[in-house]
């Protein structure tokens, strides 16, 4: 049975979607290594520990280090080299990141634990700007799977993009959302719900994505449709999908994200607390519910 297989019959977080997705790329291509900053039981970079142990590389809780061993592995394209930690840790070694790219290194960084929904984790391991940050980097490609397909696929192509790769992976469990048989690429977009009376783009990511397929199928319910985005790679975005769709919604687009705002749009807007995910998803205004009024209030005015 593939990992597929076992994803598409219950629900994954996409953290242990990556693991899995890790030890099925080590199975066939023997470059390819492993870090981790002594959080693999919750990256689940474990299963890879455990399926190649001479290719995982522990360096316990010191970031900036991990990131530098990562670059040194990879120099002169020895290996593929895979780092995984909270994503919210990855901002301790932001120069190292940056300096990877100066140097043209080809790493490929996972982040887990992004966002509120962690939950009772609390505010210190929430990550909320890792988006922001990755984005700053030259060449970096930004990965957001919201699902267990979506993040193989990730992971797969990460590990032939050239230049620093960024996965941002949850910590609940999600359900699948695409067939084995769906093919994904850098830079393009899924439009995952679609009606010719859609009246707003939602365009959601991890987490936020089942939130807005939540609250559209509660806004259907009340006769008003609306058009639902996965963007898959935050960086590139697929402006040319989420511009044509927009304009056949009559311009209307909320973005849903969990991580800090910006702009105006629906996004974790303080320093968060500990609490239970849907809790938290609901304070800080990123829920099924607050999606709905969004759309409403949108088409409204």
Known sequence: ???????????????????????????????????????????FAELFKQAHPERYIECYIAEQNMVSVAVGCAARNRTIAFASTFAAFFTRGFDHIRMAAISQSNIKLCGSHSGVSIGED???????????????????????????????????????????CFIRTSRPETPILYSQEEKFEVGHAKVVRISDADRVVVIGAGVTLHEALSAA????????YIRVIDPFTIKPLDADTIISNARATGGHIITVEDHYK??????????????????????????????ITAVKSTFSN
């Open 1 to 43: 049975m593939t990992c597929n297989e076992v994803f598409f019959f219950c629900q994954v977080a996409t953290r242990k979607a990556y693991g899995l997705a890790l030890v099925k790329l080590g199975n066939t291509n023997k470059h390819v290594v492993v870090l981790d900053g002594d959080t693999k039981n919750s990256t």
């Open 122 to 164: 609390g505010p210190s391991q929430m990550a909320l700007e890792d988006l922001a940050m990755f984005r700053t980097i030259p060449g970096c490609t930004v990965f957001y799977p919201s699902d267990a397909v979506s993040t193989e696929y990730a992971v797969f192509l990460a590990a032939n993009t050239k230049g620093i």
């Open 217 to 224: 199928d509660e806004l259907a319910k009340q006769g008003i």
């Open 262 to 291: 910006e702009v105006k749009y629906l996004a974790v807007s303080g320093v968060p607390r500990s609490g239970k995910p849907a809790e938290l998803l609901d304070l800080f205004g990123i829920s099924a519910k607050h999606i």
